[in-house]
């Protein structure tokens, strides 16, 4: 009896470890290649000089091209635009399951090198994804400017 018991508990255990349905849904909405549309800042008002995940200012990435593969969770974008560092860079990205019950998630971003390497000391970036579509997906990452907080909002669309 206590084999069958512990035998039960272990797989109610792998299984509860699993990706929920809304995250795995998820990842296969993200697959493929976004366009980074436009950069905004709700709710602020005034010219903001932000960067972007430590790399090019927001500018550069208007227009930017994304491709997310969600089989190992792997990816790219290339930067755009004049004044801008050209060139393809490299991250891994993962849903964080906290949020995923209430139907809204954050995902972890973090910037690696051309074989999947950490570039940041294995730091990354927690974004909340408030919207995905299949042709439409918005991020917002909040960050802290004079002491309050700063949200800075990013609007793809699927190509």
Known sequence: MKKMIFILTTILLIVSCGPTKV???????????????????????????????NDASAAC?????????SNNNTGTYSTAGANCTAGERYFVWSIDEENTPSGTFDFLLKPTDNKWKSTTGNQ?????????????????????????????RMNFTKL
């Open 124 to 152: 990354g970036f927690r974004i909340n994804l408030v919207s995905l579509t299949e042709t439409t997906m918005t991020w917002e990452q909040t960050v802290t400017l004079e002491g309050s907080p700063f949200v800075i």
């Open 23 to 53: 995250a795995t849904e998820a990842r296969k909405t993200f697959k493929g290649d976004w366009m980074l549309n436009n950069v905004t800042y709700p709710n602020s008002q005034g010219t903001f000089d932000v960067t972007l995940f």
């Open 61 to 69: 990435f208007k227009g930017s091209n994304w491709s997310f593969v």
